[in-house]
């Protein structure tokens, strides 16, 4: 056999696989953070909101005369003492009372007025526009004097419609200038063929914009009762019978001169968060919900 032959029928040397690329480095830039970095601060601010609340529910469930950091063994007696003993349920009702008639009214004036802003020009209208916005630099408490007078004419001190109408009116500027924004989201296209189509401009604001302006009015009857039940100043000015009192004028009533009970306090700020609570729990879904997605198709 030649040298030829002989090396052709060698095996052929193995040779070794290609090493896999590398994957190229990968730059941090400086808007990639690490978790931790994040997790961390937003930890520590968890703690800090959340202490407060922790030592309010501490003092409203552990004995009194108990200086227990864990609230046990457990008890309902400051809810009884303030429910009961205080009118605590007296309280509520009417808090109710106030907040539900004040978010009702509230909503429909500023519904019609903020539509009024959005889709007329009128000669007074950037004039009226301004008047709105300098009103909420006005302070409640300038307006008790007047309020008072004017209520006190019309015998409708002692009276929670005077609360309801001091509320209402309080609410109402920057209840309108929002709902107005959320009408001129809506696109003026829909009523209009809403108007081709024979419906009159009643209809057309009921059937087509209305809809579309529900996570406005929720958003803003929901901040209007909230405010209405934390309000303190116009029921301590205008409500002078006890029975006709509201939460924050009850848990004033709890803090004496010379001492104060920590655990019917800590229970009756407990009973005047829960509604507030559940309140912003219903309307999450709704401050994050967009107006009018969908409503055109381009």
């Known amino acids: 056999m030649s040298v030829k ?62 200086t227990s950091l864990v609230p046990w063994p457990m008890t309902f007696d400051h809810f009884e003492k303030v429910w009961t003993e205080r009118s605590f349920g007296t309280y509520f009702q009417n808090s109710v009372l106030v907040g539900v008639v004040t978010l009702l009214m509230t909503t429909l004036v500023a519904l019609a007025g903020g539509y009024a802003l959005a889709r007329f020009n009128f000669k007074v209208k950037r004039a009226f526009m301004l008047a709105l916005l300098c009103s909420q630099f006005v302070p409640g408490a300038l307006l008790l004097v007047p309020l008072f007078e004017i209520f006190a004419e019309l015998q409708m001190i002692n009276s929670l419609g005077s609360v309801i109408i001091a509320e209402t009116v309080f609410q109402l500027p920057l209840s309108m200038i929002l709902i107005s924004n959320f009408i001129k989201n809506v696109p003026y296209s829909l009523e209009e063929a809403a108007w081709v189509d024979g419906c009159n401009r009643f209809t057309a604001f009921r059937i087509i914009v209305l809809p579309l302006l529900r996570p406005g009015l929720i958003a803003v009857g929901s901040f209007a009762f909230v405010h209405s039940w934390n309000h303190f100043l116009f029921a301590l000015m205008f409500l002078n019978n006890q029975e006709k009192q509201t939460i924050p004028v009850g848990l004033n009533t709890l803090m004496g001169a010379d001492s104060v009970d920590l655990g019917a306090l800590a229970a009756g700020g407990i009973i005047a968060a829960v509604p507030v609570v559940i309140v912003f729990a219903f309307i999450q879904k709704w401050l994050i919900t967009g107006f009018s997605a969908g409503a055109v198709k381009g």
């Open 5 to 66: 032959e002989a090396t052709k029928a060698a095996p052929a040397p193995l040779r070794a696989a290609p090493e896999p690329p590398r994957p190229a480095k990968k730059n941090r830039s400086w808007d990639e953070v690490p978790r931790r970095q994040i997790y961390l601060p937003l930890s520590v601010y968890l703690v800090f909101t959340l202490i407060p609340f922790y030592w309010i529910l501490l003092f409203s469930l552990r004995p009194a005369g108990s």
